[in-house]
């Protein structure tokens, strides 16, 4: 059985993150009950010439090259940090030198991190239609994480579990085969 792709983008040059943490935790539980092979990028992966590129063509080859993972990923958990109500202006920009029809139909996971409830919608009122504008398939559940919500740099509220367990369910939809076929090989 080939193994479906899996890439989590947290978009924070922060190490550590809370924005990494939160997508590392739901794109590793993603991958073991789905069994896809994953790959984890923040900002920092992407490296310094993100903020000089106009275009795609004037990246660098790492920075070419994380976002060919990205689109060519079966399904992303995308990880945004709320700075003033949005997200962060490079990680935006890096959205930007994505065409839109390569996330066209993509599944795709929207969580964002914040330092209180106050930011708890931007899920809702920027990622959401962020990535609706490319027709992705952003799914039901979207996750928020607020400081509070982490211990050490790790997931550790038990409603923050429940809504990733309940958002990666929600795959079941994009992958229906994918968990009975896990099984049976086990």
């Known amino acids: 059985m080939s193994a479906y792709k899996l890439v989590g983008l947290a ?9 990494f943490a939160l ?14 092979d994953n790959t984890l ?3 920092t992966d992407v490296g310094p010439s993100l903020g000089q ?3 795609r063509d004037d990246l660098d080859n790492r920075a070419k090259e994380v976002i060919d993972d990205i689109v060519n990923a079966d399904v992303l958990v995308i990880g945004a940090p709320t700075y003033k109500g ?10 930007d030198l994505i065409d839109p029809h390569e996330l066209r139909a993509k599944p ?7 330092g209180g409830d106050r930011h708890a919608l931007m899920v809702e009122h920027q990622l959401r239609p962020l990535f609706g504008f490319f027709m992705s398939h952003t799914l039901p559940t979207a996750v928020y994480a607020s ?7 790790r997931v550790s509220s038990e409603q923050l579990s429940n809504r990733i367990t309940e958002v990666i369910g929600e795959l079941t939809a994009f992958f229906p085969n994918r968990r009975h076929a896990l099984i049976a090989a086990e």
């Not at 949005?86 to 959205?95: A, E, N, Q, T």
């Open 11 to 19: 978009g924070s040059f922060n190490r550590p993150s809370k924005t």
């Open 86 to 95: 949005s997200y962060p202006g490079l990680f935006k920009h890096l959205i």
């Open 53 to 55: 590129a106009l275009r």
């Open 147 to 153: 400081d509070r919500d982490f211990t050490d740099y």
């Open 23 to 36: 997508v590392e935790n739901v794109a590793g539980l993603a991958s073991e009950k789905y069994g896809f």
């Open 108 to 114: 795709i996971i929207i969580t964002a991190t914040g």
């Open 41 to 43: 990028y923040d900002l």
